[in-house]
C-alpha cells in the first residue's frame, strides 16, 4: 500500500477500540460528500459504514 492510501482494516481496528460516535460521524461525513457530489468519499464510506457495523456486532 502507498502512502496516503486508506487501510480499511487498520481503520476498522482504531475503531473496534474507540467506538464511541464513530458510526454517527461516517454517517455525517456520507451525507456531507453526497450533497457535495464526491463519489469517491461516497462510495468509501458505503462500503466502510456496513463493515464497521458488522465488526460491531461480532465483538458484541
Given at each position: 500500500?502507498?502512502?496516503?492510501?486508506?487501510d480499511?482494516?487498520?481503520?476498522?481496528?482504531?475503531?473496534?477500540?474507540d467506538?464511541?460516535?464513530?458510526?454517527?460521524?461516517?454517517?455525517?461525513?456520507?451525507?456531507?460528500?453526497?450533497?457535495?457530489?464526491?463519489?469517491?468519499?461516497?462510495?468509501?464510506?458505503?462500503?466502510?459504514?456496513?463493515?464497521?457495523e458488522?465488526?460491531?456486532?461480532?465483538?458484541?
Amino acid at each position: 500500500m502507498s502512502e496516503g492510501e486508506f487501510d480499511l482494516q487498520e481503520y476498522l481496528a482504531m475503531v473496534r477500540r474507540d467506538r464511541a460516535d464513530t458510526l454517527d460521524c461516517l454517517r455525517f461525513l456520507l451525507e456531507e460528500a453526497q450533497k457535495g457530489g464526491l463519489t469517491s468519499v461516497v462510495e468509501l464510506l458505503e462500503q466502510a459504514i456496513p463493515e464497521i457495523e458488522a465488526a460491531f456486532r461480532e465483538d458484541g
